[in-house]
């Protein structure tokens, strides 16, 4: 089993940046493919990034291409978002998750963190 916690959340205005920390314990080599979820308020669950084990590949939604980085560094059992533009519309719980399949599809990661709060306003 694996355990996530997210941090790094918090409340900025439109166009700062915040980058979220996902540290995973227990069974680590369970983590090989890993993304980042969000979901704001009256909202389903949305797929924002994920990554591969080497780190060299990743996948994102098309709402935040362009603005959001993910990364990740093994040594650390850590995988980070760097948003950058930061809208609105961008205000959610972001989750991070993992799992066996490189998709966008929640179903297919089995261990999910807690939440971190990022809210977006001016």
């Known amino acids: 089993q694996v355990q996530l916690v997210e941090t790094g959340g918090g409340l900025v205005q439109p166009g700062d940046s915040l980058r979220l920390s996902c540290t995973a314990s227990?069974?680590?080599?369970?983590?090989?493919?890993m993304a980042w979820f969000r979901q704001a308020p009256g909202k389903e669950r949305e797929f924002v990034q994920g990554?591969?084990?080497?780190?060299?590949?990743?996948y994102s939604g098309d709402s935040v291409k362009g603005r959001f980085t993910i990364s990740r560094d093994n040594n650390k059992n850590t995988v980070y978002l760097q948003m950058n533009s930061l809208k609105p519309e961008d205000t959610a719980v972001y989750y991070c998750a993992s799992g066996r399949h490189a998709t966008m599809s929640e179903t297919e990661f089995s261990s999910w963190g807690q939440g971190t709060q990022v809210t977006v306003s001016s």
């Open positions: 990554i591969w084990w080497s780190g060299v590949r990743t």
């Open positions: 227990g069974r680590i080599l369970a983590t090989y493919h």
